[in-house]
């Protein structure tokens, strides 16, 4: 990945955000979860993509979801 992933802020429950798991969760087959993007805040981005959402690092996995990676400091 080149550069820093974007600030993407808090998800606003007023607009589309992709579920957000972390990575010890266990997602169940029985959603109905298959994009070919995760939202965040009506944007869409594309799989394999990160973002910063505050110090939170978020990673959009297959079947459009987000994945907790960590954290990362401001600079």
């Given at each position: 990945?080149?550069?820093?992933?974007?600030?993407?802020g808090?998800p606003?429950?007023?607009l589309k955000t992709?579920?957000?798991?972390?990575?010890?969760?266990e997602?169940?087959?029985d959603?109905?979860l298959?994009?070919?993007?995760c939202?965040?805040?009506?944007?869409?981005?594309p799989i394999g993509?990160?973002?910063?959402?505050?110090?939170?690092?978020?990673h959009?996995e297959?079947?459009?979801?987000?994945?907790?990676?960590?954290?990362?400091r401001p600079?």
């Open positions: 990945m080149t550069g820093h992933p974007p600030r993407v808090a606003d429950p007023e992709s579920p957000i798991f972390d990575e010890y969760d997602i169940s087959l959603l109905e298959e994009a070919g993007a939202y965040f805040n009506d944007v869409a981005y993509q990160s973002v910063l959402s505050g110090s939170e690092l978020l959009c297959e079947r459009g979801i987000w994945m907790r990676r960590g954290e990362m600079e």
